[in-house]
């Protein structure tokens, strides 16, 4: 502990006081520095930069369809229908579906027949951007999603280099992209197994339900100067 005589007359007690006034005032400035470029509120040059950030869901609808063999169930959400869906850093829009089977086929312990894999696609779209992805019950029960985005993914998590604050918020932040209306569609291949014994009869594969969760992607994020000190 240094009194007022000490810091009055002492060098070295003069550069600890200086060193930890230094501190106490340097690193509050470069938090609040970075968090300020993450809001917004202050802009950087080019240098290196981490982004972190998480992707949050908000619900569109969700709901049960009965879906024939080779047909396609579509439907379109506009944003106006989310609260302030203009502050909101939309990313992408998602549908995520759940599966059973219903295939129908004699049950009798003579039969031998099983049931087929079915095949649901479910696609997601916002203007130009498109996600499409299969997934199969296996004679049985499957899940699977489906998602369209529009922001670089690749800079989650990493150490970006030879850009600006601005030049990567605008890749990140896309406000007023996602806008407006959202398409998803969900369409089956619906195939019945065999039955080796003629007695049984055919099997039959009509179509699927599929449940269903439509959501808006919103992104989350922090852009903070990143200094490497692997030499220090």
Request: include cysteine; aromatic fraction near 10%.
């Amino acid at each position: 502990m240094y009194t007022i005589d000490d810091l009055k007359t002492d060098p070295d007690a003069q550069i600890t006081v200086g060193c930890i006034v230094f501190f106490l005032i340097a690193f509050p400035a470069y938090f609040n520095f970075a968090a300020g470029g993450a809001d917004g509120s202050l802009g950087g040059g080019v240098a290196d930069y981490k982004v972190n950030g998480e992707i949050t869901f908000v619900l569109l609808d969700s709901g049960s369809e009965s879906i024939a063999d080779g047909d396609t169930w579509s439907m379109t959400y506009n944003t106006d229908a989310v609260n302030n869906a203009e502050d909101l850093n939309i990313v992408g829009v998602r549908i995520s579906m759940t599966y059973a089977e219903d295939e129908t086929g004699n049950d009798a312990f003579f039969c031998t027949g099983s049931n087929a894999a079915d095949t649901i696609t479910g696609t997601a779209s916002y203007l130009e951007y498109n996600g499409s992805a299969d997934g199969q019950n296996n004679g049985g029960s499957g899940a699977h999603e489906a998602m369209a985005t529009w922001y670089n993914e690749s800079m989650v998590g990493a150490v970006v280099s030879g850009l600006t604050m601005d030049e990567i918020r605008a890749q990140i932040d896309l406000k007023a992209d996602g806008l407006g209306d959202h398409t998803v569609s969900i369409s089956v291949d619906a195939e019945a197994g065999n039955e080796a014994n003629p007695v049984c009869g055919q099997r039959s594969d009509g179509g699927e339900q599929v449940d269903y969760t439509v959501e808006l992607m919103v992104f989350d994020y922090t852009i903070a100067p990143h200094f490497d000190t692997s030499d220090i």
